[in-house]
């Protein structure tokens, strides 16, 4: 079993940042794949980012790419997606996920990620 808790989320201007923390508890995350996704209402939950086991690999999504950085503390069990330059499209529910199947290939699809956080609101709006 894994708990996922993110942080970090809130209302922020146009261009502005924000950095999003995931603190995992209950088993160490450093065996796992990780992901971040985003919904919007009305929307499906899409992949944003996700990283290997050691932080050697990273995918994001053409829509992000070259604007959020996701990283990880396999240390502090804890992942984050660093976020700049936030456009009103950024606004979502964010939630962090666990992949535990423990394959190589890093997964993009939500029903692919076992475990799930609660998820926190990012608002991008002037």
């Known amino acids: 079993q894994v708990q996922l808790v993110e942080s970090g989320g809130g209302l922020v201007q146009p261009g502005g940042s924000l950095r999003l923390s995931c603190a995992a508890s209950?088993?160490?995350?450093?065996?796992?794949?990780m992901g971040w996704f985003r919904q919007a209402p009305g929307k499906e939950r899409d992949v944003v980012a996700a990283i290997s086991r050691t932080g050697g690999s990273t995918y994001y999504a053409s829509s992000v790419k070259g604007r959020f950085t996701i990283s990880r503390d396999n240390a502090k069990n804890t992942l984050y997606l660093q976020m700049a330059s936030l456009k009103p499209e950024d606004t979502a529910v964010y939630y962090c996920?666990?992949?535990?199947?423990?394959?190589?290939?890093?997964?993009?699809?939500?029903?692919?990620?076992?475990?799930w956080g609660q998820g926190t609101q990012v608002t991008v709006s002037s």
């Open positions: 209950g088993r160490i995350i450093s065996s796992y794949a």
């Open positions: 996920a666990v992949d535990t199947s423990g394959g190589w290939s890093l997964k993009t699809r939500a029903p692919d990620y076992d475990y």
